[in-house]
């Protein structure tokens, strides 16, 4: 048991509203590939107020919230479970940090540098924890949107 190879771990992560405008779906897919992650499911949804105010939750105070949640359901959303060893942590580390003209400067290699705008316009998410990841993968892949989502369909 101690001495298997490394667990595998998922987390959950979404191209924005502005990710998709961009057309950078393609883009940011052959990197999740290219960087040894295997895209366990996806599918594209159009989320409402109430999908983020549960999804951001944790945010629902912060006076960024209102715009947040117009940012969000601005357009379709597009999600994964990606999996690898380490895939949370990876996963964050490959889309770099929050504000992404900031990104640009000091991580101009990470997809929100090349994907994102600005600190609300960041193209990407990914969960921050096996918590966040455990709890996100149900929310898109669970039950939770079934009653509430407008679906855009799966692929297989
Ligand atoms: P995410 O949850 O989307 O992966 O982003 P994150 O962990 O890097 O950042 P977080 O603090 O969780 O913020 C969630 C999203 O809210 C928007 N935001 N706007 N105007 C602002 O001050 C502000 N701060 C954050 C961003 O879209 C951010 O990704
Ligand atoms: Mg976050």
């Not at 951001?56 to 105070?61: F, G, N, T």
């Not at 996963?91 to 705008?117: E, F, M, N, Q």
Request: charged share 25%; hydrophobic share 40%.
């Amino acid at each position: 048991l101690s001495h298997g190879s490394p667990e595998k771990e998922k987390t959950l992560a979404m191209i924005k509203p502005d990710g998709l405008f961009g057309n950078y779906t393609d883009e940011i897919k052959r990197v999740i590939l290219h960087s040894g992650f295997s895209i366990l499911k996806e599918m594209s949804i159009q989320l409402n107020e109430v999908n983020v105010r549960l999804f951001y939750a944790e945010h629902s105070k912060k006076s960024f919230f209102p715009s947040l949640v117009k940012y969000m359901t601005s357009g379709p959303v597009f999600v994964m479970i990606l999996e690898k060893v380490n895939a949370i942590a990876d996963w964050r580390a490959l889309i770099g940090p929050t504000d992404a003209s900031k990104a640009k400067v000091t991580h101009p290699d990470s997809i929100r540098a090349i994907c994102g705008l600005d600190l609300e316009r960041n193209c990407v998410h990914g969960s921050d924890s096996p918590q966040s990841a455990a709890r996100e993968i149900s929310f898109f892949f669970g039950d939770t949107l079934s009653s509430v989502g407008t679906w855009f369909g799966e692929p297989d």
